[in-house]
C-alpha cells in the first residue's frame, strides 16, 4: 500500500488541489505538510468550487480523515472561518479534521510584522500576502514561537503571549503602529478560539505512524512550489517553508522510510506571483492570452498571475530535488488556441548555455531564455477523457517534455473538474495509484 508526496513542480498554483482531491479516493488520510492560509487550493466538484487554504484538499472525501501537520503555521481565524465555509457547504469538518499540536499560532501582530517589512523603503518587497506566515516562521525558528499546545493551556498561554507581544509590540512602537494593536482583546480573542479548535487537536505524528503501521494509506499534500521552497526556491523569493518533498517528513513527523513515491505537479505553462526572477515569462500578448484562458488569478489573493512557456531546466532541477516518480501536467487545453508552443529548454548566462539552476540572484535575473517551438494542435480537449484520444499533437508535446526533462508524464488534466484529468494506463503513476 502506497504512501505519496504530491507536491508543485514550478512556483505554486499548478493545480495541486484538484490532484490531491481526485486522489484522495485512492487514500485514508491526506495530511497537508507546510505553509499557511497563503497558499490556496481550488477545488471544483460537480460544479462547485472550493476554495481551500489551510484544509487538506481531502477534506471533501466524506469519512476520509484530514489532517494539518506541524510544519503548518495557523492563523485561529482563518481555520475557524474555512470551517464555517465548507460546514455550510455539508461537509462535516469536524468529524474529519485533526490539528497538530505541534503547529505554530500565527497573531495579529505578525501580519503587522510582515507589513513593516515589506513596506520598508531600503528593501526590496518579496511579495508576500502580509499574512503573518513569514514573521510566524522567523519566530518559530527564533524559539519563541507559540504552538498550539500552548495556546490550549491557559496558564503557559498567558506567559508566552506576554512575553511575544511585548516583543512585537517594541517593533511597532519603533514605526508608530503600537496603537493597532489591543493586546487584551487579542488574548480573549485567542482563548475563545483555543476552545473551538480544541476538540480537534491530537499528536498528528502518532495518529499518522499508527495508521501507517496499520497498512492505512497517506497522501502527503503541499502547499506553494518547489521553485518557493526556502533551502531550494528563488531565494530570496521565496516562501519560508519546506515546500519540497523533505518538508513533508519534518512537517508531519512520517519517516523517510514510509515514504513510497512523490509525484509532481506542473502546468503545461507556467506562472508565478509575486516579485522574483521568471526566466520564460512572456510580457507580451501570448502571456495575456494564457492568463485570460487559464484564469491565472490568485484563489487567495486574487492577483493576476505571470505568465510563460513550460520552463525546462527547472522541471529538470525540481525533478532531481524531489525525485519525482512521475508528473501530473495540468492546464493543457489552455494551450488549445496557440498555432505553435513554445518550450523554453535551456538557459543562456553571459553567452554561455548553462543547464543548472544558478543560486544568485543576480544570475537568475539575467537568464536568456533558449527557446524551441512545437507545433499546437487547435483543437479542444476539455471534453477528452482518455490520453489516447488526445489530439498528436497535444501528445507529441507531452512526449518532447518528457523527452526534455527526463520524467514521466503519468497523468493529463484538461480543465478543474475532477472528471476532467486522465491517467496515462502502465505508468508508473497508475501503478503507485492501485
Known amino acids: 500500500m502506497s504512501n505519496l508526496i504530491v507536491l508543485g513542480a514550478q512556483w505554486g498554483d499548478e493545480g495541486k488541489g484538484k490532484i490531491v482531491d481526485l486522489f484522495a479516493e485512492k487514500f485514508d488520510i491526506v495530511a497537508r505538510y507546510q505553509g499557511g492560509h497563503n497558499a490556496g487550493h481550488t477545488v471544483q466538484v460537480a460544479g462547485r468550487r472550493f476554495v481551500l487554504k489551510l484544509i487538506p484538499s481531502g477534506i471533501l472525501h466524506p469519512g476520509k480523515r484530514a ?24 461537509i462535516d469538518v469536524r ?11 500565527i497573531f495579529p501582530f505578525h501580519r503587522l510584522a510582515e507589513k513593516v517589512s ?41 506567559t508566552l503571549f506576554r512575553y511575544l507581544s511585548e516583543d512585537k509590540q517594541t517593533i511597532a512602537r519603533a514605526f508608530h503602529l503600537d496603537d493597532q ?14 476552545e473551538q479548535i480544541r476538540p480537534m487537536v491530537c499528536d498528528t505524528a502518532q495518529l499518522l505512524n499508527d495508521a501507517i503501521r496499520a497498512g492505512r494509506r497517506v497522501l502527503f499534500e503541499g502547499a506553494q512550489g518547489t521553485m518557493l521552497d526556502i533551502d531550494h526556491g528563488t531565494y530570496p523569493f521565496v516562501t519560508s517553508s519546506s515546500a519540497a518533498a523533505g518538508g513533508a517528513c519534518t512537517g ?5 522510510t514510509k515514504i513510497d513515491g512523490i509525484l509532481g505537479v506542473s502546468k503545461a505553462y507556467i506562472t508565478r506571483v509575486g516579485s522574483g ?31 510563460g512557456w513550460f520552463d525546462v531546466p527547472l522541471l529538470r532541477y525540481t525533478a532531481m530535488v524531489n525525485g519525482f516518480d512521475s508528473l501530473i501536467i495540468t492546464k493543457l487545453d ?24 544558478p543560486a544568485e540572484n543576480a544570475l537568475l ?37 518528457e523527452e526534455k526533462t527526463g520524467a514521466e508524464v503519468g497523468c493529463v488534466s484538461t480543465g478543474p473538474d475532477r472528471t476532467q484529468t486522465m491517467i496515462r494506463a502502465g505508468s508508473r503513476m497508475e501503478k503507485l495509484l492501485s
Request: aromatic share 6%; with cysteine; glycine share 10%.
Open 67 to 90: 489532517v494539518i501537520g506541524n510544519g503548518v503555521v495557523i492563523d485561529p481565524h482563518a481555520l475557524l472561518e474555512e470551517i464555517r465555509t465548507l460546514e455550510d457547504a455539508g
Open 95 to 105: 468529524g474529519q479534521l485533526a490539528i497538530s499540536n505541534r503547529a505554530h499560532v
Open 118 to 158: 515589506e513596506n520598508r523603503p531600503d528593501r526590496v518587497a518579496i511579495g508576500t500576502t502580509s499574512r503573518g506566515i513569514g514573521p510566524c516562521y522567523e519566530d518559530k525558528i527564533g524559539r519563541r514561537g507559540m504552538r498550539i499546545a500552548d495556546l490550549l493551556n491557559p496558564p503557559v498561554f498567558d
Open 181 to 194: 494593536l489591543d493586546l487584551d482583546a487579542i488574548r480573549e480573542d485567542y482563548k475563545r478560539m483555543a
Open 252 to 256: 508531519t513527523g512520517v519517516a523517510p
Open 277 to 307: 526572477p521568471f526566466p520564460s515569462e512572456d510580457h507580451g500578448e501570448d502571456g495575456e492570452r494564457i492568463r485570460k484562458a487559464g484564469n491565472e488569478f490568485g484563489s487567495v489573493t486574487g492577483r493576476p498571475r505571470r505568465c
Open 334 to 357: 489552455v494551450l488549445d488556441p496557440f498555432d505553435r508552443i513554445k518550450v523554453c529548454v535551456a538557459y543562456r548566462v553571459h553567452g554561455h548555455l548553462t543547464t543548472g539552476m
Open 365 to 401: 535575473e539575467q537568464i536568456e531564455p533558449v527557446y524551441e517551438e512545437v507545433p499546437g494542435w487547435k483543437t479542444p480537449t476539455s471534453s477528452i477523457t482518455r490520453y489516447e484520444d488526445l489530439p498528436a499533437a497535444a501528445r507529441g508535446y507531452i512526449a518532447f517534455l
